[in-house]
């Protein structure tokens, strides 16, 4: 069984962010960046099932060449190897030209199964998924809680606003994941280790059969044309409880002046 | 002249609140575009609501009254959405910004070429296109979004951006759609749906008032006293990531960087210290309590009424407070 794990850069959610105000694309200067929180829910899926059902697991990040951390801290949680797409024609991509570029290097793999984290910290879109399912011509079940392979078929609970839906299909397919789907491990220090040799095919555009005119910033089916800072917050009331709770009918009178009693 | 379409997202026969807030979106958009208002209801029961969605601003309601709409995995819908664009002519459609309608629309994007904008919490129109308001970087950065020149455009729009009014339109016309789907739309079939909701609370992010609780409750049992508070103020519940590893309630409720994101008009966090991964999911909430023993926390930065203090001393007496001056 082959798996493959597309994972993102995004920029720390601890760290500032900013917009380059020329391209309105994500400021990389300075920012730190790390790989995304929810993929560290995705690879442990797919380890688990390099080690319950042998699977050979490939991590797959479309980013520049600065990237490449990115691809050996994902490396290092036990993944085998790694195809890294770098080409300037994919840069300021939206979600759907991500998806394009995304899908075609997946047309250069062999795969019975695709993980995803279910979204991005980033811009949360959460539609690349579905939209590299909708161009492979493959199912989309995604927001998977839980994951069962046996033999061809994929068993998900997709989790949604009020449970989750069984579902099921044939594979190969495309999935993504929540995470309360597992508990990730940390990577061990033979596993860090081990990362600086595994395999990374890094591919251009060209090689993958990626249709420049259907990606980058300038190919974009949405954009964006302005962006500002929240306003910062003013100071509220911050009062300290003696103990007795007398500080709860001061919220209440806080409360009732804002009409929400 | 054309049509401005609204996917409907709706359960037990009745369209969700933030059908009727997209269905007074799309109204002010179509008022400048030149287009009419049509619904889309896929899956059953679409005729009992012809009437509610015409009085909020639907002139047609495409209709696909059939179980085969949500029996299997999002390709139906898309199909069935696919055919209305097509006959219909209509450039831009809206959708509830919920997990499962995110994949038909991407889906949906991808056949009729077109681009997605989620979680929209505003809309304009400028040169006959469609600018929306996203909040990216949990609301960090407030951008403004638009289409390519001759794209469907594809809009995502967030709970509670909108207040549903109605226009004082008579009922929907009522439009039965024949949907014939490709072997591929019944690949995927959704086996069982587990309903896990126990209570009549509203979700955390339709809800106007949301009570979160953290790792500051110590148990499980912290939560009981989240929902009596919840329901003297009408409110959703949710909780810290701390909370739901714990297993003190469940993942689906979770508020942050990796599980939902929270804008209610009050959200009232108990034992929750506001880290910035807590903080993406809940900071654009227009009014922020925060009930924390450490005043140190950071969620009192963002505070716009704090207590320092236990919150098993104050919240059963704010719980008290409420009850007695709602009389």
């Not at chain 1, 200067?29 to 929810?38: K, N």
């Not at chain 1, 688990?48 to 060449?65: F, H, I």
């Not at chain 1, 989309?140 to 069962?148: I, K, P």
């Not at chain 2, 016309?173 to 069982?192: F, I, R």
């Amino acid at each position: 069984m082959k798996v493959i794990v597309p994972v993102k850069r995004v920029p720390d959610t601890a760290g500032e962010k900013n917009i380059d105000p020329n391209d309105k694309t994500v400021d990389r200067d300075g920012i730190e960046s790390v790989l995304c929180p929810i993929n560290e829910f995705s690879i442990e899926e797919a380890v688990r099932l390099k080690e319950s059902q042998g699977a050979e697991v490939k991590v797959l990040l479309m980013g520049p060449e600065s990237a490449q951390p990115i691809v050996r801290k994902a490396l290092s949680y036990g993944l085998d190897s790694a195809v890294q797409i770098t080409d300037d024609a994919v840069a300021g991509s939206d979600a759907i030209g991500t998806a394009k570029a995304i899908a075609a290097a997946l047309k250069n793999e062999e795969f019975d199964l695709v993980i995803f984290g279910n979204q991005a910290t980033d811009a949360r879109t959460c539609v690349v998924p579905a939209a590299v399912a909708e161009i492979l011509g493959l199912p989309s079940l995604t927001y998977a809680r839980h994951l069962e392979v046996d033999g061809d078929k994929v068993v998900v609970h997709r989790e949604h606003e009020e449970g989750y839906d069984v579902v099921e299909s044939t594979l190969p397919a495309i999935v993504s994941v929540v995470e309360a789907i597992n508990e990730p491990r940390y990577p061990s220090f033979k596993g860090i280790m081990a990362a600086k040799s595994k395999p990374l095919d890094v591919k251009s555009a060209a090689d993958i059969g990626l249709d420049t005119s259907e990606v980058g910033m300038a190919n974009a089916n949405a954009v964006i044309t302005e962006f500002e800072h929240r306003p910062p917050k003013e100071a509220g009331t911050i009062v300290e409880d003696d103990g007795s709770g007398a500080t709860a009918a001061q919220l209440a009178d806080w409360m009732q002046s804002k009409k929400f009693v | 002249m054309g049509e401005l379409l609204v996917l409907i997202d709706h359960a037990e026969g009745q369209p969700r609140k933030l059908s009727l807030q997209m269905l007074t979106a799309a109204n002010q958009v179509a008022s400048q575009t030149g287009d009419t208002v049509s619904a889309v209801w896929l899956g059953e029961g679409a005729s009992g609501a012809a009437d509610v969605l015409g009085r909020h601003g639907a002139t047609k309601l495409y209709a696909w009254d059939s179980p085969d709409a949500l029996g299997y995995v999002t390709l139906p819908q898309v199909e069935a959405l696919q055919q209305v664009m097509e006959t219909s002519g209509a450039e831009i459609l809206f959708f509830a910004s919920t997990n499962l309608i995110k994949d038909v629309a991407a889906r949906l994007a991808i056949r009729v070429d077109g681009g997605v904008i989620t979680d929209a919490t505003g809309v304009e129109v400028a040169d006959g296109r469609i600018v929306a308001t996203k909040e990216i970087f949990g609301g960090e950065l407030i951008t403004k979004c638009t289409f390519a020149d001759g794209r469907k455009q594809i809009v995502g729009i967030s709970n509670n951006a909108f207040a549903a009014e109605e226009t004082g339109g008579g009922a929907a016309e009522v439009v039965n759609l024949d949907v014939s789907l490709s072997e591929a739309a019944t690949a995927a079939k959704v086996t069982n749906v587990e309903k896990q909701v126990t209570s009549d609370r509203p979700d955390i992010a339709e809800a106007a008032v949301v009570v979160a609780g953290g790792r500051g409750l110590g148990d499980e049992q912290g939560f009981e006293l989240m929902e009596q508070l919840a329901d003297v103020l009408g409110a959703g519940v949710g909780a810290s990531r701390a909370a739901t590893d714990a297993g003190w309630y469940p993942h689906r409720y979770q508020i942050g960087q990796t599980g939902r994101t929270v804008s209610p008009m009050l959200y009232i966090g108990s034992g929750i210290s506001g880290a910035i991964q807590h903080r993406a999911g809940m900071q654009t909430s227009q009014n922020i309590i925060a009930i924390n023993k450490d005043g140190e926390a950071p969620i009192f930065s963002i505070a716009d009424f704090g207590i320092v203090g236990d919150l098993y001393t104050v919240v059963p007496k704010l719980i008290e407070e409420l009850q007695a001056r709602k009389g």
